[in-house]
Nanobody, 121 residues
Framework: VQLQASGGGLVQAGGSLRLSCAAS????????MGWFRQAPGKEREFVAV????????YNAGSVKGRFTISRDNAKNSVYLQMKSLKPEDTAVYYC???????????????WGQGTLVTVSS
């Protein structure tokens, strides 16, 4: 599966962005999908995960109530709607595909190239 993340950019604190992750090569409907992020000088961290059917989602505590993960299997795409953005949300955001509903990055099989989100104060 090839994953392509997009939608990043520069936004002021309190603003919103919607990230997209499009897949090619295989259907995403066979995979649980996650979003991770990596801030400068920090380790990659889990953001959100969504099950194959979208019946289950789980967010990291740091983004709960502000970020929403969704998917459209017909479009072979996954999304991350981000609201009330904070400067500490600044990071490169990655989408990834897994056979497990997981928060552990090591369980993800395929990764997109990342899209940069910069939140100014």
């Amino acid at each position: 599966v090839q994953l392509q993340a997009s939608g990043g950019g520069l936004v002021q604190a309190g603003g919103s962005l919607r990230l997209s992750c499009a897949a090619s090569g295989r259907t995403l409907s066979n995979y649980h999908m996650g979003w991770f992020r990596q801030a400068p000088g920090k380790e990659r961290e889990f953001v959100a995960v969504i099950s194959v059917s979208a019946a289950y989602t789980y967010n990291a505590g740091s983004v709960k109530g502000r970020f929403t993960i969704s998917r459209d299997n017909a479009k072979n795409s996954v999304y991350l709607q981000m609201k009330s953005l904070k400067p500490e949300d600044t990071a490169v955001y990655y989408c990834a595909a897994s056979r497990s509903i997981a928060t552990d990055a090591s369980l993800y099989l395929y990764w997109g190239q990342g899209t940069l989100v910069t939140v100014s104060s």
